[in-house]
């Protein structure tokens, strides 16, 4: 059974870093294919995907985003870390991760942790 | 282009078929994927290309022609009340990127 689950701060300043985990159960990210995903969603509005982080240790990242995003894998914790700088109350919102499976799909979701970014 | 644009909003009587559409010029070379996402809720997956993930019941449909997907449900139940999302790959297959989403009310 794969869960996920997403821990963090609530609430960050602007012009901080946000630190999300990604806390996993029921797959390796070792096992090719798999990746990671982080995704987000502002209140009210559409799904943004923000970066993969994949079985082989690559990254991919929104190209809009690029500059402030890094992901990366604790692989003794299975966790993986999604870091993003310079946080701007427009980044307010529900950010969730995902497991990426072998039909290219986000196949399960983590039920998401809200942020709010306000000074 | 890596936008994929979906209508607003539908409605859709209890019991009739609702066909929901997803376009962006990235549809024509890989797969769309479709999420329904509940109030308070994370999305869930309802159809990869035109597979149904297990527990997804068959009245959810895919399909594809040229640059848009479809997500036809046909035979609409109350539960299926939501906000539905596409999905792909962006035209350089190294980014995703998901649509704007569609309002379904039943």
């Known amino acids: 059974q794969i869960t996920l689950k997403e821990s963090g701060p609530t609430l960050v300043k602007p012009t901080q870093t946000l630190t999300l985990t990604c806390s996993f159960s029921?797959?390796?990210?070792?096992?090719?294919?798999?990746?990671v995903a982080w995704i987000r969603q502002p209140p009210g509005k559409a799904l943004e995907w923000l970066a993969l982080l994949y079985w082989n240790g690559e990254a991919t990242y929104s190209p809009s985003l690029k500059t402030r995003l890094t992901v990366t894998e604790d692989t003794s914790t299975k966790q993986v870390v999604l870091s993003m700088t310079n946080m701007d109350p427009v980044d307010t919102a529900t950010y969730y991760c995902?497991?990426?499976?072998?039909?290219?799909?986000?196949?399960?979701w983590g039920q998401g942790t809200v942020v709010t970014v306000s000074s | 282009s890596s936008e994929l644009t979906q209508d607003p909003a539908v409605s859709v009587a209890l019991g009739q078929t609702v066909r929901i559409t997803c376009q962006g010029d990235s549809l024509r070379n890989y797969q769309t994927n479709w999420y329904r996402q509940k109030p308070g809720q994370a999305p869930a997956l309802v159809m990869f290309?035109?597979n149904r993930p297990s527990g997804i019941p068959d009245r959810f449909s895919g399909s594809r022609s040229g640059n848009t997907a479809s997500l036809t449900i046909t035979g609409a139940q109350a539960e299926d009340e939501a906000d539905y999302y596409c999905?792909?790959?962006?035209?350089?297959?190294?980014?995703?990127?998901f649509g704007t989403g569609t309002k379904v009310t039943i």
């Open positions: 029921g797959f390796s990210l070792t096992t090719n294919g798999v990746g």
């Open positions: 995902a497991h990426r499976g072998d039909p290219d799909a986000f196949d399960f």
């Open positions: 999905n792909s790959r962006d035209s350089t297959g190294y980014h995703f990127v």
């Open positions: 290309g035109d």
